[in-house]
Antibody, heavy 117, light 108 residues
């Protein structure tokens, strides 16, 4: 059974940093692209960042470029999102998702990030 | 960027009704469209991939159609457990995915 479990969310002040993790199991993690998707309160879903299976290629939406860093540890089957210089508009539930099978076939339950003073 | 316009944003229907939800892409995305169901407090669940292929384990009352720019999700006979928010996703431009805004489906 595919499982994705996010952690690391919480309340953080504007300008500070937070690192999210996503522990994967039930598939060969190192073979598939991984993604972070977010959903602000009462808003729609928004793609944030993606990483290739090897970790050699990364992609970001414009609003997080230079502030967020996606990475992965294939030995630990874990995906990360380092979020720096956080803004109030980054407040959202962050989901990790995998391309195992099909694009964004499986998602985690999400972790809530609240950026507020 | 490819924009996805989803309609309606809210839908109220009775048990047994046929329900349709639409997504329109701002440019040709071939059949690179998925449909998801999200229940309150749960992770999104893939229902349909590549426009019309039913994900394993999903009831056959769910179906998808369309190609190019216009797509439809159909629930042939609405069940109480289908109350959820549904959204589409285009994956033509990997990995710059874009989502529809969602349709909240409730029972009448």
């Amino acid at each position: 059974e595919v499982q994705l479990v996010e952690s690391g969310g919480g309340l953080v002040q504007p300008g500070r940093s937070l690192k999210l993790s996503c522990a994967a199991s039930g598939f060969t993690f190192s073979n598939y692209g991984m993604h972070w998707i977010r959903q602000a309160p009462t808003k729609g879903l928004e793609w944030v960042a993606s990483i290739s299976p090897s970790g050699g290629s990364t992609y970001y939406r414009d609003s997080v470029k230079g502030r967020f860093t996606i990475s992965r540890d294939n030995a630990k089957s874990t995906l990360y999102l380092q979020m720096d210089s956080l803004r109030s508009e980054d407040t959202a539930t962050y989901y990790c998702a995998t391309d195992f099978g099909y694009p964004l076939a499986y998602w985690g339950q999400g972790t809530l990030v609240t950026v507020s003073s | 960027d490819i924009q996805m316009t989803q309609s309606p944003s809210f839908l109220s229907a009775s048990v047994g009704d046929r329900v349709t939800i639409n997504c329109k892409a701002s440019q040709n995305i071939n059949r690179y469209l998925n449909w998801y169901q999200q229940k309150l407090g749960e992770a999104p669940k893939l229902l349909i991939y590549n426009a019309n292929s039913l994900q394993t384990g999903i009831p056959s009352r769910f179906s998808g159609s369309g190609s190019g720019t216009d797509f439809t999700l159909t629930i042939s006979s609405l069940q109480p457990e289908d109350v959820a928010t549904y959204f589409c996703l285009q994956h033509n431009s990997w990995p710059m995915y874009t989502f529809g805004a969602g349709t909240k489906l409730e029972l009448k």
